[in-house]
């Protein structure tokens, strides 16, 4: 199984920053995409950003040139750069990566358990 720890959220002002982790633990043998999604209250999760394992990064556009997702695969983390935060970005904020188990042949999706972003305006 993959385990997931993620942290850094917290409450900040609207203009401010914050960088989210995302720790990976566990009996895989690879870690492929990479993403992360948020769910703001009373609306469906989406995909914020998401990293292949070539290191293409793709964002949705309110999030553009504002956020950066990276890795460091030595220590199987994952981050999520926020700057210029805006209270439109509060949400619950989820690490999600495809990673394939020694002990599979296939990819499989897990998530982590959410860390809370709030902005105050």
């Known amino acids: 199984q993959v385990q997931l720890l993620e942290s850094g959220g917290g409450l900040v002002q609207s203009g401010g920053s914050l960088r989210l982790s995302c720790a990976a633990s566990g009996t895989f043998a690879s870690i492929n995409t990479v993403a992360w999604y948020r769910q703001a209250p009373g609306k469906e999760r989406e995909l914020v950003a998401r990293l292949s394992s070539e290191g293409d990064a793709t964002y949705v556009d309110s999030v553009k040139d504002r956020f950066t997702i990276s890795r460091d695969n030595a220590k199987n983390t994952v981050y999520l750069q926020m700057n210029s935060l805006k209270p439109e970005d509060t949400a619950v904020y989820y690490c999600?990566?495809?990673?394939?188990?020694?002990?599979?042949?296939?990819?499989?999706?897990?998530w982590g358990q959410g860390t809370h972003v709030t902005v105050s305006s």
């Open positions: 999600n990566v495809n990673a394939r188990l020694w002990s599979e042949t296939i990819q499989r999706t897990y």
